[in-house]
């Protein structure tokens, strides 16, 4: 395949301090490589390597980029170019996964443009990073883990991610071209109490709304709303056609508010600062 591209989110989060790392391959007709982005409250930074420094392994989730590792045990960085100098260690709990494939049905669709999965809801994560000269500590704290795979980003979607008092959420909608035609597709988890909700196009989710930076979401007697309240958004780049040519803007961590009720019952109703967003359709 010409054009391809895989990649992981590994968020870790204190009461006070937000990490993402995103380590990726890419593939173009031009040009194969692989990366480490990193995000944080205050900034984003982007680390390029060479493709042969890409290492997977899918039977026990490990993945290294250079000497950079991230997996199931945690994370290990030693990261030194121009801009961004980057060490230490973030060890992580037992991972929270979700009951099945989050793509559902759509998972044995050929040639989708982006293909989702999350691999860990909620998690502990403890350790220190220093992050150009300053320390990011983790005693306890929370982390999630998802990934794309695919040849590009949806052109227009939003995403978000938010870990809570007894939960975890993470709601995405985006264009998705299919043979001749576009829909708006929608995957949803809620982890909240121990218990598993999920909302998606395949078990009949539908958009109330897209809008100002405003996601609402109805299935069944479900309805799950995420609002962008205050975003702090820093540039990460994305695929298109397999080449990391695109820039699109992610908080980290931000200021949102959600929603999930049931039957009219609200489950919880909650505005977070620690919420992570990404809303790449016209606010």
Known sequence: MYHYFCGWYFKCQSNTQTVALIPALHKSRKQKSCSVQIITDENAWTVSFPCCEFHRSKQN??????????GRNGIRLKLHAADCSAEGW???????????DIMGPFCLVPFMECRHSIISMRHTVTGELLLNGKPYLFRSGTGYIEGDRGYSFPKEYAWTQCSFTDGSLMLSAADIPLASFHFTGIIAVVLWKGREYRLATYLGAKVLKIKEGELVIRQGKMILRAKLIKKCAHPLLAPVSGAMSRTIHESASCLAYYDFSINGRT????TSQKASFEYEYPF
Request: glycine share 8%.
């Open 61 to 70: 989730f490990h993945i290294h980029v250079g000497e950079n590792y991230f």
């Open 267 to 270: 489950l919880f109703s909650f």
């Open 90 to 100: 973030i060890r992580f709990g037992t991972f929270s996964p979700i009951r099945y």
